[in-house]
T-cell receptor, first 111, second 117 residues
Framework: SQQGEEDPQALSIQEGENATMNCSYKTSINNLQWYRQNSGRGLVHLILIRSNEREKHSGRLRVTLDTSKKSSSLLITASRAADTASYFCATAKTGANNLFFGTGTRLTVIP | EAGVVQSPRYKIIEKKQPVAFWCNPISGHNTLYWYRQNLGQGPELLIRYENEEAVDDSQLPKDRFSAERLKGVDSTLKIQPAELGDSAVYLC???????????????FGEGSRLTVL
């Protein structure tokens, strides 16, 4: 069973705009990770945020984590057409060694 | 450095036929995962190996699925016999190490897309 739920399921924006995706999960976690998947390809790790962190940046990516609400958000600033992909959050549950993936947000950036 | 290598990339078979997928993880990665991804969904874990030991196979349908990881390196995932509902992408991933307090970054292969007719 999948742990997380992403919202929205699909998002379409113009190039240059910011894209925000949200992830909600159900149980306590050690960390939360975001992955990107281009069509027909494998997943690529973007960023990891630990349960004791609230915000993390990497280039044009900004991730927040609110453990009290069991939610996270991924912000992509100044989007590019090449950012078009599906984005998944994955949670590492406390006491477990596995990553559980959400259902994903399909992002389309229109040139 | 080579990434996770999977083969075949695509496989089309008729139902009731067997099929096998192969995965070569990144050198030095002790943990290997097999995930299944249905169309429009996120990956779902099938089995996780620590070296050659299957430490979590609770989601593997053992009546028809089997997996092995010889010598703690390459791994194969087999389905016999395949059913229509097995059509999916089978993803292999590896990580350097994985503990209960520190599940780190996973490196994924390109996946093997299975179509069962």
């Amino acid at each position: 069973s999948q742990q997380g739920e992403e919202d929205p399921q699909a998002l379409s924006i113009q190039e240059g705009e910011n894209a925000t995706m949200n992830c909600s999960y159900k149980t306590s976690i050690n960390n939360l990770q975001w992955y990107r998947q281009n069509s027909g390809r494998g997943l690529v790790h973007l960023i990891l945020i630990r349960s004791n962190e609230r915000e993390k940046h990497s280039g044009r990516l900004r991730v927040t984590l609110d453990t009290s609400k069991k939610s996270s958000s991924l912000l992509i600033t100044a989007s590019r057409a090449a950012d078009t992909a599906s984005y998944f959050c994955a949670t590492a549950k406390t006491g477990a060694n596995n990553l559980f993936f959400g259902t994903g947000t399909r992002l389309t950036v229109i040139p | 450095e080579a990434g996770v290598v999977q083969s075949p990339r695509y496989k089309i078979i008729e139902k009731k036929q067997p099929v096998a997928f192969w995965c070569n993880p990144i050198s030095g990665h002790n943990t290997l995962y097999w995930y299944r991804q249905n169309l429009g969904q996120g990956p779902e874990l099938l089995i996780r190996y620590e070296n050659e030991e299957a430490v979590d196979d609770s989601q593997l349908p053992k009546d028809r699925f089997s997996a092995e990881r010889l010598k703690g390196v390459d791994s194969t995932l087999k389905i016999q016999p395949a059913e229509l509902g097995d059509s999916a992408v089978y993803l292999c991933a590896s990580s350097l190490d994985s503990t209960a307090s520190n599940t780190g970054e996973l490196f994924f292969g390109e996946g093997s897309r299975l179509t069962v007719l």
